[in-house]
């Protein structure tokens, strides 16, 4: 008589594990970060670097258009380099606020605390490297350590790229 009463109850556990077994084993696919745009992204120290893409025709010179955000209470200062440059390009971000580079080819992009949203790309002269590969930029924010990131290399194809092309 037990017998029958323990049937269902182990038919019932035996679905539950096996109907929810697979969710326990597998990784939970939204705890995975990744960039859900074109561009790359990264963190280092306060300061977050989203959806960074270069946009050149040829190869050789290219728009740099990326937003950058600052976490922390203080402004920081975000320094940019790619191999093969001897200059750096440095953008000083105000304290827990954002700023988009090429978001508008047409706005004012200087301020007393330097680029502001909607700014210009920063032009990267001497890349060499054609529009389907990327390019390796070093993203530094203020004195933490600094990412380097595999940034894509875009032409003006994508109508909303077409403007930012150098």
């Given at each position: 008589?037990?017998?029958?009463?323990?049937?269902?109850?182990?038919?019932?556990?035996?679905?539950?594990?096996?109907?929810?077994?697979?969710?326990?084993?597998?990784?939970?696919?939204?705890?995975?970060?990744?960039?859900?745009?074109?561009?790359?992204g990264?963190?280092?120290?306060?300061?977050?670097?989203?959806?960074?893409?270069?946009?050149?025709?040829?190869?050789?010179?290219?728009?740099?258009?990326?937003?950058?955000?600052?976490?922390?209470?203080?402004?920081?200062?975000?320094?940019?380099?790619?191999?093969?440059?001897?200059?750096?390009?440095?953008?000083?971000?105000?304290a827990?606020?954002?700023?988009?580079?090429?978001?508008?080819?047409?706005a004012?992009?200087?301020?007393?605390?330097?680029?502001?949203?909607?700014?210009?790309?920063?032009?990267?002269?001497?890349?060499?490297?054609p529009?389907?590969?990327?390019?390796?930029?070093?993203?530094?924010?203020?004195?933490?350590?600094?990412?380097?990131?595999?940034?894509?290399?875009?032409?003006?194809?994508?109508?909303?790229?077409?403007?930012?092309?150098?």
């Amino acid at each position: 008589m037990k017998s029958r009463r323990l049937a269902p109850l182990a038919l019932i556990a035996a679905v539950m594990v096996g109907t929810s077994g697979c969710a326990m084993l597998a990784p939970q696919a939204t705890t995975i970060e990744y960039n859900p745009a074109e561009g790359a992204g990264a963190t280092t120290g306060s300061g977050v670097v989203s959806n960074a893409v270069v946009v050149s025709e040829d190869g050789e010179d290219g728009n740099l258009i990326a937003a950058f955000t600052n976490e922390s209470d203080e402004a920081q200062t975000v320094s940019i380099e790619f191999e093969g440059s001897s200059s750096t390009e440095t953008l000083r971000i105000p304290a827990m606020s954002s700023i988009s580079l090429g978001m508008d080819p047409d706005a004012d992009s200087e301020t007393a605390e330097g680029r502001v949203d909607g700014g210009e790309p920063i032009l990267l002269e001497g890349i060499d490297t054609p529009p389907g590969a990327t390019l390796p930029i070093y993203f530094q924010s203020g004195d933490a350590e600094g990412e380097l990131i595999q940034v894509p290399v875009l032409d003006g194809s994508v109508e909303y790229l077409a403007p930012f092309v150098p």
